[in-house]
C-alpha cells in the first residue's frame, strides 16, 4: 500500500509540475546510456545515463561478469528516446514485458528469471536513472522514496583479525563488524581438513572447528562483550557443519552468521537458523523480490541482505524491505561497492523502517575511495544521508577514466 501511494504521489506530482512548465521536471529524453568497466580486475562496473538536455545519472554494478556490455549493447539502445523519468514503466519493460529494439525474446531476462548479469545491468542502471530524476526534481532520493525514517545510519566495517577490530573501532567509531575466517589466507584452517584442496561444500573436522570457535573468541576478547560482532562464511559449509558451527558459536553472542550455507537452498537454509539460537543472515546472493519470497514466507533467515546493485535495484530493494518488514525481519544491505553505490544504498534504508545495519566494505579502501568525492562517517561512526539532488555523490570522473579499460569509451 504504502509503494503504491508513493508511486501515486510522485506521478501526481510529475504531471502537475510538468503541467505548470515548472523546471522541476523538465521533459527529459535518453540520449544514451554508456558502462565501463576498470582494469585490473576491479569489482565496480559504472553507468552513466544522458539526457538530451545534458543532466546526467550515473550508478554502480557488482559482482558480475559481462554487464556492461548488456547495457551498452542492449538496455541502453532499447532506452534511447524513452523519459528517464517512468523509472516504474522502464523497469516493467526491462523485466520482460515488452520487445526491445535489439531484438531477441522478450528480453535477456525473459518474464522474471532471475539473477545473472542481466538483473544486475539493469540494477546500475536503474540506479543512475533515480540518481537523474533526484537531480532534475532538485531532490535527494530518499525524497523519491517516501522520505525519511531516519537521517543517519548505522554502518558495520569488516576486520581479519583482532588487531584490525580494535583498531577500526577506535578510528572509525562504529557499532559493528563483521569477522570472516577467509578475510585473511585461511590456509591455517583448510589445510587440516580431511580434502585440503576443497574449498566449498566443507564438511570441518574437529580440528577446524576448534580454529573457527578460538578465532571468534580472540576477537570478542579484544573488543570486548558490548561491541556487536557478526561472522561471515561465504556459503563454505554444508548443513550439519554449519549447525555445529553455529551452536559453538552462540557463547559469544553474534548478530548473526552469514550464509553459513549457499543460499539457493531455502530448506537447508530453514534447517540451520532451526537449530541454533544464533541469527542468520544472507541476501547478498538472492535476488529480486521473488527471490526473496520463499525465504521470508518460510523465515528461514533473520536477517536479510539485499544488495541495490544486483538485486534490481533502488526500489527493488523498497519492495523486498516493505516485505520483509511484515515478517518483523530487518534488512541489513550488502555493500562492497565505492561510496556511490552505498550512498544508493543509505537513500533506501533512510526511508526503510526495518533497518538494521548498513555496510560499506570498503570504507577505509583508497582504491575505492578515489573514486568518489569523499565521504565520511561522522565522529560517532554513523553515515549521514546525503541532502543533495539525486544520490549525492559524485563520481570522480578522472580517476574513473584513467582505471577504464581500454576497450570503452570514458563517461
Known amino acids: 500500500m504504502f509503494l503504491g501511494q508513493a508511486a501515486m504521489a510522485y506521478g501526481a506530482f510529475l504531471l502537475n509540475a510538468r503541467a505548470q512548465g515548472t523546471s522541476l521536471a523538465p521533459k527529459l529524453t535518453i540520449r544514451e546510456i554508456r558502462a565501463v568497466r576498470l582494469r585490473d580486475g576491479f569489482n565496480s562496473r559504472f553507468v552513466r545515463v544522458y539526457t538530451d538536455q545534458g543532466l546526467t545519472g550515473t550508478g554502480e554494478m557488482l559482482d558480475t561478469v559481462g554487464a556492461e556490455y548488456i547495457v551498452n549493447h542492449n538496455i541502453g539502445p532499447s532506452l534511447a528516446s524513452r523519459d528517464p523519468l517512468e523509472i516504474e514503466g522502464i523497469l516493467f519493460d526491462l523485466w520482460g514485458w515488452k520487445h526491445l529494439s535489439a531484438g531477441g525474446a522478450p528480453s535477456p531476462l525473459f518474464m522474471r528469471g532471475m ?3 542481466y538483473l544486475t545491468a539493469m540494477s546500475g542502471v536503474e540506479m543512475a536513472l533515480w540518481d537523474l530524476a533526484g537531480k532534475a526534481l532538485n531532490v535527494p532520493v530518499y525524497q523519491l522514496l517516501g522520505g525519511r525514517v531516519r537521517s543517519k545510519l548505522p554502518v558495520y566495517l569488516h576486520a581479519a583479525n583482532a588487531a584490525e577490530a580494535t583498531s577500526l573501532i577506535a578510528k572509525t567509531k562504529v557499532k559493528a563488524l563483521k569477522i570472516g575466517i577467509d578475510y585473511s589466507p585461511d590456509a591455517w584452517t583448510l589445510k587440516k581438513g580431511w580434502d585440503p584442496d576443497k574449498l566449498w561444500g566443507l564438511r570441518l573436522n574437529t580440528v577446524q572447528l576448534d580454529d573457527v570457535v578460538n578465532f571468534v573468541a580472540s576477537i570478542r576478547e579484544a573488543v570486548g562483550k558490548s561491541y556487536d560482532l557478526a561472522l561471515e562464511c ?24 552469514e550464509e553459513p550455507v549457499p543460499s539457493d537452498d531455502v530448506e537447508a537454509m530453514l534447517r540451520v537458523r532451526n537449530n541454533t539460537r544464533v541469527p542468520i543472515a544472507a541476501g547478498e546472493n538472492i535476488y529480486s523480490r521473488y527471490g526473496f519470497r520463499p525465504f521470508l514466507e518460510k523465515e528461514a ?6 544488495d541495490v546493485s544486483k538485486t534490481g535495484g533502488l526500489l527493488e530493494t523498497r519492495k523486498i524491505a516493505a516485505m520483509a518488514e511484515v515478517y518483523s525481519i530487518p534488512i541489513a544491505p550488502h555493500g562492497v561497492a565505492s561510496a556511490l553505490a552505498t550512498m544508493a544504498a543509505a537513500h533506501v534504508a533512510a526511508a526503510t523502517p526495518n533497518l538494521m545495519l548498513l555496510e560499506w566494505t570498503h570504507y577505509l579502501d583508497k582504491s575505492y575511495t578515489s573514486l568518489t568525492e569523499p565521504v565520511a562517517l561522522d565522529d560517532n561512526g554513523f553515515l549521514k544521508v ?12 578522472d580517476a574513473v577514466k584513467e582505471r577504464t579499460e581500454a576497450e570503452f569509451h570514458p563517461l
Open 234 to 257: 561465504h556459503a563454505r559449509y554444508d548443513v550439519e557443519t554449519a549447525i555445529q558451527l553455529c551452536r559453538l558459536v552462540e557463547p559469544f553472542r553474534l548478530i548473526w552468521v
Open 115 to 117: 539473477g545473472g548479469p
Open 386 to 397: 546525503a541532502n543533495k539532488p539525486g544520490i549525492g555523490v559524485a563520481l570522480n570522473d
Open 301 to 306: 533467515l533473520s536477517v536479510i541482505q539485499p
